[in-house]
């Protein structure tokens, strides 16, 4: 396979990515106790890793594309290092909430040029490995929780679980930096017109509204389980951990069979079918009582979100190529905005009328990604 260690190193990065990004949900209430934050307050954690994650990603973008995709990758693997070693001696809420936004900021540019990297080496197979990078955030969605529960299930201090990861990312951005990752700028890069051809594209800009709905919807989701399961259902803190982990590895397998279904069917009908689940297992989400049907409908979010990031967002691209990197950043970054607000607002509803009626407010939004995938016609898309 052609530029394999290029591919394994994407791979590795977005699995710890996937870690970090995921085992938000676990540690909350450690982070929370830590900084006497209220449940309103804590969603603000969410809101400050993805102000800086939509900050930072339009501009990684442009210099991806300007000054080489290479230099990016490796600018954005060791601020992301340094920036999870910092994180645990923040002194307050407020330094954190900034060091937050630092981690969420190059995490974002990190996902942006990898994708775009992935579909620069992989023309032919471009849907194939964008997803199959998401499978590898997936495996590492299952494995962050998991050792988050079980760091704070043994009493030790959350703040151990960011510094280790932060030195294990540094070790990545070295192997990033003697890699041969494709580092030749585009020379359309920054021009002005390519910009506005870009955001005048209904067909991208009906894709990233997509991107911001489902994105939101998915950290709300996982990302408010635990509080949920915790007030809801009395689980403990390293049970409901177990229930994120379990959510993401039926995410993780569903990928994976995904990445195989777009070898033979359309990105559109697959996400439509994903989206149209989504919102049957997140009202399900709200309304079962007994445990045993909460574990089949966290599996089903698993199985139903899966693919839907990473299909919108190579759906999305395809028109653009000669600007691969922009493009991703405005969908990637269209997704960070919808994970700064949404579950933010769902913060706010559990707080003022309950955490059921939070768990199940996303269904609207994944009906509106099934009617812009079935019913927008191809040829309005592409005008």
């Known amino acids: 396979m052609k530029n394999r260690f290029v591919i ?3 791979f590795i990065v977005t699995m710890v990515f996937g870690m ?14 830590e900084f006497s934050l209220s449940l309103s307050q804590s969603g603000f954690i969410f809101s400050a890793n993805f102000i800086g994650f939509v900050s930072f990603i339009l501009v990684g973008g442009v210099l991806a594309d300007h000054i080489g995709k290479k230099t990016i990758f490796v600018i954005s693997v060791s601020g992301f290092a340094v920036a999870l070693m910092i994180f645990p001696f923040t002194p307050n809420f407020i330094l954190a909430c900034v060091v937050m936004a630092l981690i969420g900021g190059f995490g974002g540019i990190i996902e942006t040029v990898t994708g775009a990297v992935m579909s620069d080496i992989n023309p032919s197979k471009e849907s194939f490995y964008v997803n199959m990078t998401q499978v590898f955030f997936g495996i590492g969605a299952v494995i962050g929780p998991i050792i988050a529960g079980l760091v704070v299930a043994a009493g030790i201090n959350w703040k151990m679980y960011y510094f280790v990861i932060g030195v294990i990312s540094v070790i990545i951005a070295i192997f990033l930096a003697i890699a041969k990752v494709p580092n030749k700028p585009s020379e359309e890069a920054l021009s002005l017109s390519i910009l506005r051809k870009l955001f005048r594209d209904k067909r991208l800009l009906l894709i990233c509204l997509c991107m911001f709905l489902y994105t939101g919807s998915e950290v709300g989701s996982w990302g408010w389980m635990t509080t949920f399961l915790n007030e809801d259902m009395s689980f403990s803190i390293l049970k409901s951990s177990i229930a994120v982990a379990g959510f993401w590895a039926s995410m993780t397998v569903s990928r994976f069979i995904c990445g195989y279904l777009t070898l033979k069917f359309s990105e559109k009908w697959i996400v439509a079918v994903l989206a149209f689940f989504s919102a049957i297992f997140v009202l399900l989400m709200g309304l079962v009582q007994s445990e045993t049907m909460i574990w089949f409908v966290i599996i089903g979010l698993g199985f ?8 919108i967002a190579t759906y999305g691209s395809k028109a653009h190529k000669a600007s691969s990197a922009t493009v991703f950043a405005m969908l990637v970054g269209s997704g ?13 509803v559990g707080e003022v009328v309950g955490v059921k009626v939070a768990s199940m407010s996303p269904v609207i939004f994944f009906l509106i990604i099934v009617v812009i995938f079935v019913t927008v016609d191809k040829k309005v898309l592409e005008s």
């Open 336 to 348: 960070g905005l919808g994970a700064t607000i949404i579950p933010y607002a769902m913060g706010l």
């Open 304 to 311: 139903s979100f899966s693919s839907q990031w990473p299909l």
């Open 20 to 33: 970090v990004l995921t085992s938000y949900s676990p540690l909350l209430p450690s982070i929370a106790a």
């Open 8 to 10: 394994i190193l994407s």
